[in-house]
């Protein structure tokens, strides 16, 4: 017996369900696992640059309702899967204004912080951290934000090359990071010692003079302490990275970054 074709409003019809199914899975996956973020400043910078685009995963540290608004979300309220480590790339809400920051934890509940000529110090004792190559850029406008670096070998002029010292810290046993500075006498370079209470996070930038974190107050534009509720997620890895103010720039894409991992 011959096949009957499908009618024209049959067949839109099946495509119309299989967009939405489609759709569907993507949002369950955006909502439950992982979340793609778009990195719009340097202050994470040389790890993180602007244009960066990375995906979140979400229920590496347990459900919240920032990291998963809807109660379909298993073990809501925070149970933690694994544990926040020191040296984690984290993508969090800021508890204030609402907007999505990445920065890299440093301090975990119960810990002193304080920073002495732009070292960090936990529980008294120093970070290991050692010079390298200097970090170059050209300086010019970035992103869609048109922001631009600053540099340590200012005065600098725009299309020069701007240099940013670059130290290796680190931040803890078998995990060594690179970090930025501008000088030691910045404005955060030097922070009393800090109790990071319990069910909070300490957090500061990689590109370390050009980052609002929680060495400053939230009045000063910093974000403070950081409640566990208000973490969304650890960044583990970038998918695609352009230089330009669109992704669709295709002569502007980085293809060096593109499925690169995170440290």
Sequence with gaps: MPRKEKTYFESLKEFIKTIFFALLIAGLIRTLFFQPFW??????????????????????????????????CPFKGRLFYSEPKRGDVVVFRHPVNGKDYVKRLIGLPGDEISIKSGRILINGKKINTKETDSFIEIKE?????????????APV??????????????????????????????????????EVPDDNFFFIGDNRDNSLDSRFGRAAGGVGFVKSENLIGRADGILFSSAGKMLISFWSWRKDRFFKGIN
């Design 39 to 72: 990195i719009p400043s340097g202050s994470m910078k040389p790890n993180l640059l602007i244009g960066d685009y990375i995906f979140v995963n979400k229920f590496v540290y347990g459900y919240s309702k920032y990291s998963c608004p809807f109660s379909i």
């Design 141 to 153: 406008r970035q992103g869609p934000l048109e922001s631009i670096p600053r540099c340590s070998n």
């Design 157 to 194: 002029s725009l299309g020069a090359k701007c240099e940013k010292r670059q130290y290796i810290e680190e931040i803890s046993d078998g995990l060594e990071v690179r970090i930025l500075d501008i000088s030691d006498d910045e404005y955060g370079d030097n922070i009393s010692s800090l």
